[in-house]
């Protein structure tokens, strides 16, 4: 009785965040949304014994991405009346892309079996180790080919907005290597009083005072 309470109250949270994805009008809601479906999807795994997956949905994207979201949206000024221009073509694909993912689910839940799954038995292992020997073994060249285009998106993300400055001091580290004692120390033995250069005395030469006459 009470994993099922607790089924329905996880899923009715991730409808609802799912809704204020959808729905809201101001990104910050739409964000808010997010975090309430993703706490609550990891809810969700938790309880079909899937804790490291629950937990690492918390860590990832609730304390990372939907930060990161967060920063985004309040440090970029958005307009929403352009954002609102030109969405009317793409309405019919997004429906059709909307009915293509409420068949998957419904395909899913009906020939999925009961969603609470029995506890675990003693001699399986954690879910940890059995999802760490699927992901390096019958998936490992599908793991690593998605770290792959995760590497491409992040090399193309940094060559697409790096731009070159001009004025900068730039860094030679063979120059910084093939540096010598002498090229950065000069020893000098001046006299007292005096300076190492006409600029160096000029500059530290004490000022004339110039007394104004007094009135009266």
Known sequence: MIPDLLFLLFASGLLAGAALIMFGK????????????????????????????????????????????????????????????????????????????????????????????????????????????????????????????LLTAMVGAIVLTHRPRTGVKRQSVAAQVQRQRGDALTLTSPQTGQGTGKTVAKHWAPKPVVQKPSKG
């Open 26 to 149: 101001n990104p910050m809601v739409g964000v808010l949304g997010m975090l309430l479906a993703f706490l609550n999807a990891s809810g969700l795994f938790i309880l079909l014994g899937a804790e490291f997956l629950g937990l690492l949905l918390i860590m990832v994207y609730v304390g990372a991405i939907a930060v990161m979201f967060l920063f985004v949206l309040m440090t970029i000024d958005i307009d929403f009346a352009t954002l609102r221009e030109g969405a009317a073509p793409y309405l019919p694909l997004g429906l059709l892309v909307v009915a293509l993912l409420a068949a998957q689910f419904i395909m899913a839940a009906s020939g999925a079996p009961a969603l609470i799954s029995a506890p675990h038995a003693a001699q399986e292992p954690q879910n940890i180790i059995a999802l760490g020997r699927i992901l390096f073994t019958q998936y490992g060249v599908p793991f690593q080919v998605a770290g792959l285009v």
